[in-house]
């Protein structure tokens, strides 16, 4: 019986194009069936109408059945991850060496969190620095600016390096790395160069061969921040160590500024290892998409 009514309503749709509030309600009813192969089929009608299904599905992903509310939610997210990734991929192509790399990171939150609520985690950002403004004297010195950071970052808030889970890709989302304080080591340097930018700081991002620090850099001195490490203060001669110990040879390029592009590529190049690694195929076929639009 739910197979008729499925194909009255998809024959119906087919002639006029549009769907009726009866077909909606239709294909509602028939979202909630146990069966897997309706359930199949009215999604598949559902997505062929585009995105534009969100706006009358959304609701039901408040619903008080569960099934119903959990297959209503899949659809609105498949829809609003589709979106965000021709977003994304529109930014990467259109977008040169100095692009905004707090705009991509949110973008590409976005391709796996569609409903990231960017102007809220942006306004955090700005109460962070906001409060890190308030205590930073008039006339500190670079140690005693960044230590204050530092104290602010790691110990108020209690920012640290995922060192239990490394290769979880939610330490490569910016959203999840603020909510749950915790990432890979670029992103935790994001999250540091976006407070840095924000309190007009002169602090830049060094890609390291397998690691990833930030450098204040003034006319009177230069120190690198480990932030995985609770921000610990380096020098270069340390970094030049890391370098000879791990057996990377001493390159300009492994202390030179990374360009916003190609941190946006690193974030992108650790996500695509990480799904690679887990075999998630969709996944690793999308962080490929991205590389690929990245690299021209």
């Known amino acids: 019986m739910?197979?008729?009514v499925f194909m009255s309503a998809s024959v119906a749709t087919e002639v006029s194009g549009l769907?009726?509030?009866?077909q909606k309600s239709a294909l509602i009813t028939l979202l909630a069936d146990d069966d897997a192969v309706v359930y199949h089929k009215v999604r598949d009608e559902i997505l062929s109408h585009g995105s534009t299904v969100s706006d009358w599905l959304r609701p039901y992903t408040l619903n008080s059945d569960p099934?119903?509310?959990r297959r209503s939610l899949e659809i609105v997210n498949h829809l609003g991850r589709k979106a965000a990734d021709n977003r994304f991929l529109t930014f990467c192509v259109s977008q040169g060496e100095d692009l905004d790399v707090e705009e991509g990171a949110w973008l590409l939150t976005q391709t796996q969190y569609p409903a990231t609520n960017i102007e809220a985690y942006q306004a955090l950002l700005d109460s962070h620095a906001w409060n890190l403004r308030e205590r930073i004297g008039f006339g500190a010195d670079s140690e005693q600016l960044l230590t204050i950071i530092n104290e602010y970052l790691f110990g108020e808030l209690s920012f640290v390096g995922n060192e239990q889970s490394y290769y979880d890709p939610e330490n490569s989302y910016l959203n999840r790395v603020m909510d749950r304080r915790t990432g890979n080591p670029i992103n935790l340097c994001l999250v540091y160069l976006l407070l840095a930018r924000r309190l007009r700081l002169p602090v830049i991002g060094i890609g390291l061969p397998g690691h990833f620090v930030c450098r204040f850099q003034s006319a009177a001195r230069e120190v690198y921040i480990d932030?995985?490490?609770r921000g610990?203060?380096?020098?270069r001669a340390n970094c030049i160590n890391y370098l000879m110990q791990g057996n990377y040879g001493l390159q300009d390029a492994y202390l030179t500024p990374v360009t916003p592009r190609r941190m946006l590529t690193r974030i992108c190049g650790n996500l695509h290892q990480i799904y690679r690694h887990l075999e998630l195929a969709?996944?690793?076929?999308?962080?490929q998409r991205y590389l690929v639009a990245?690299?021209?």
Do not use: D, G, W
């Open 67 to 69: 099934l119903l509310r």
């Open 294 to 296: 990245l690299s021209r």
């Open 282 to 287: 969709e996944e690793t076929a999308r962080l």
């Open 19 to 22: 769907l009726t509030e009866k």
């Open 227 to 229: 932030v995985f490490n």
């Open 2 to 4: 739910n197979q008729q």
């Open 232 to 235: 610990k203060f380096l020098t």
